[in-house]
């Protein structure tokens, strides 16, 4: 799952939610240098991408999309479940996106709440600049349409180190949709039981 999944899953809890998502700059398996509200984020971010990776509808899926997507069809799927997610947000969480996500960026935008004084510990700026450019895009209420996805696509085909056609992403979804939908539902049932999520 990508940015919207990792914050679901961080038990309603602002400082956990952030260092979820810094969980992907985070290299090496010794973390234990860093706050422990950040190892536990990282802690959790690997066990959320590693249960998504191993789930065997979403391996099935992946498979399916492969030709479609080469070597970009797992990053696919990350989007298109954050999609699913924020499009089907009621019959998930009882707050509405909107909060949950105003909830989150309030929380962000304050700096004290972005560095741990008693371990002299900082997120890094290239972190703290997606955390803005989040904000900025308005990129988590926007993943629930299709433009959302469209221009999550468009903007990691560009990060991409290698040559991809991530940004042809919405079309392959389009046409897989109602078995990209199906995996989904399975993989969320199985997800919230997994982090005891309710």
């Not at 914050?7 to 706050?35: I, R």
């Not at 469209?150 to 990060?159: D, N, Y």
């Not at 389009?174 to 309710?198: C, G, S, T």
Request: aromatic share 12%.
């Amino acid at each position: 799952m990508n940015y919207l999944g990792h914050l679901y899953f961080s038990k309603e809890k602002h400082n956990l939610m952030v260092a979820n998502l810094f969980g992907d700059f985070v290299k090496g398996k010794d973390y234990t240098y860093l706050p422990k509200i950040v190892q536990e984020g990282v802690l959790l971010h690997r066990q959320i991408d590693d249960f998504v990776d191993h789930h065997p509808v979403v391996t099935e899926l992946r498979l399916h999309l492969y030709n479609s997507l080469p070597k970009i069809a797992g990053i696919a799927i990350d989007l298109y479940f954050d999609h699913l997610l924020a499009k089907n947000w009621k019959k998930y969480h009882p707050t509405s996106l909107d909060l949950f996500v105003s909830g989150f960026l309030d929380y962000t935008s304050i700096s004290s709440n972005l560095l741990d004084p008693k371990s002299n510990f900082n997120y890094p700026s290239n972190f703290v600049d997606l955390l803005q450019a989040i904000k900025k895009h308005d990129l988590l209420r926007r993943y629930a349409n299709i433009e959302g996805l469209q221009l999550a696509s468009e903007g990691l085909s560009r990060r991409i180190s290698f040559p991809n056609n991530l940004d042809k992403a919405v079309a392959v979804f389009n046409a897989n949709e109602q078995l990209i939908e199906k995996v989904f539902q399975i993989y969320m049932k199985d997800a919230i039981r997994r982090f005891n999520k309710k």
